[in-house]
């Protein structure tokens, strides 16, 4: 039986935001369906989220016009909280979320294990737009 190394591809981000509301906003899906983007033409209409190892989540991510979309789903293999989210897509591809409090802000670190139809460059942009995307939102809140 031959196995095949993973490519992973690592994209990161500090928030201006102490980590719990970091947290809060990564992982409620009131917050999710606001900032789970890579670009002004699609959205997330629906998020649901079981936070816990052997729990799953669901965010389905549409394109505007409706003419794309598609489930991104998983199951969760180790959650820290405030610290660490570990899960794993259907296509057994495996993703990692670091929270690292710095000062008053939190860094995060998202590494992907990268899939076979898009270029890993694609994927990276893609990825990290999210991850903008998130930043954007969380500073963006008046608490």
């Known amino acids: ?22 947290w809060e906003f990564w992982t409620n899906p009131k ?12 959205h997330t209409p ?7 190892v052997g729990g799953k989540f669901l965010a389905r991510m ?3 016009d409706g003419t794309m979309g598609f489930d991104f789903e998983g199951i969760y293999t180790d959650v820290k909280p405030n610290k660490l989210i570990a ?7 495996e993703i990692s979320v670091e929270f690292e409090s710095v000062n008053n802000a939190t860094h995060i670190i998202e590494t992907f ?7 890993l460059e694609l994927q990276r942009q893609g990825w990290q737009a999210i991850l903008d995307n998130f ?9």
């Open 1 to 22: 039986m031959e196995t095949k190394s993973k490519t992973k591809i690592t994209v990161q981000a500090t928030v201006n935001l102490p980590i719990d509301k970091v």
């Open 31 to 42: 917050h999710i369906i606001r900032w789970n983007s890579a670009s002004d033409d699609w």
């Open 46 to 52: 629906r998020a649901e989220n079981d936070l816990r």
């Open 62 to 64: 549409e394109s505007k």
């Open 87 to 93: 899960y794993k897509l259907a296509d057994e591809r």
């Open 113 to 119: 294990d990268a899939e076979t139809e898009n270029t």
């Open 135 to 143: 930043k954007r939102y969380a500073e963006g809140i008046k608490n």
